[in-house]
């Protein structure tokens, strides 16, 4: 095949995984906007209704694994389509509960389905993309799913605002529908990357080796740094440095917007790359030393915006990196199950530090929380170092 029509493949790929991608995020967050519309008419707690996202979190996490196992064996893109339409029809199903007993089992539903997006993207971009725009494309998707976040909450207001929140929840489920109908129809350039079953190490032996076990404690250490920073921005920068609470989310919105700029950016330099390691501890290292700066040194407010983008675009520049990382380490015909797995270490550390964090500012210690953040990025360099590391010696043994 020519240059041309692989590009034009290759971007068709990029395209339907990017959708895909984003509207697993998008589904995630459409949620939470609509808390205190459900709870006056459900008559539901926050707790209650708090646990319905927890709920949907905890399925997409431990789902992950075994359907990447089973992506691994059959492919993927009858699992992407499954997936993604059980996403919408999980979210419009949320809008048309009557009580909590259903929003539990539609919340179950929409998170068997956002399980299914990691492993299946992440063994479709590798056994369809052209390696020599890997890591392009692994930018382009976690771009896709920053988007998702971000487009979530601004939306779904304007759509209750004109709907109600349960016709807004029903019309962005049904919206994905268009998304499934689009994956079928080019299911047949979905191809992930295959190896006969009985050559493929078995699922214990890959996930249960070092490589991969640091590379989900990789995971999860970026994770619970990032959070860190993201969710007691707002609140911690007025105390630590006397800015208005607007200036604080300025910074927040510049963290987050910078990080997929970053992202973008991370995957020109993933391709041209040649140690991927060094390029995740640069970005790393740097990003920590600004989160030190933003936790210590006094600032005024537009310093603390800059710092805070200038921390994020360091922190976006790495995820192309990072997935690629995870791409090398896997051995072939598994990268949907350790995709699967490694990507579980994200959840996990999300949901692990705010509460310690939290605590932190309770005692009266804001920049102890940015220091601590950032001890936790520089501590997933190691990780990824170590995990490099031990991927690289048993190919030299051999």
Known sequence: MSAAPIKRRDAAVITLIAAAHFLSHFYILCIPPMFPMMRAELGLSYAALGAITAVLSAVTALGQTPIGVWVDRRGAAPW?????????????????APGWAVLLVAAIVSGLGNATIHPCDY?????????????????????????????????????????????????????????????????????????????????????????????????????????GVQTFMVAAMPLIHGVSVAAAAAALTGWLIASTVGTLAGGWIADRSRNLVGVVAAMMFSCAALVVLLGVVPMGELAVIAAAALAGFCLGVVMPSRDLLVRQAAPAGTTGQVFGFVSAGLPLGGALAPAPMGLLMDLGAPSAVFLASAALLAAAVLTAGSARAAAVAPAAAE
């Open 123 to 227: 063994a479709i971009l590798a056994g369809s993309i052209d390696q020599r725009r890997m890591g392009r494309a692994f930018s382009l998707h976690t771009a896709a799913g920053y988007a998702g976040f971000a487009a979530a909450p601004p939306l779904m207001i304007a759509l209750e605002a004109w709907l109600g929140w349960r016709g807004a929840l029903i019309a962005v489920g049904l919206a994905g529908l268009p998304c499934t109908v689009a994956i079928a129809a080019f299911a047949g350039i979905l191809r992930s990357e295959s190896k006969r079953r009985h050559e493929a190490p078995s699922t214990r032996a890959v996930l249960g080796s070092r490589p991969i076990l640091l590379l989900f404690a990789f995971m999860a250490l970026l994770a619970m740094g990032a959070s």
């Open 80 to 96: 992407l389509i499954g997936g993604t339409a059980l996403m919408a029809l999980g979210t419009a199903g949320l809008g048309l």
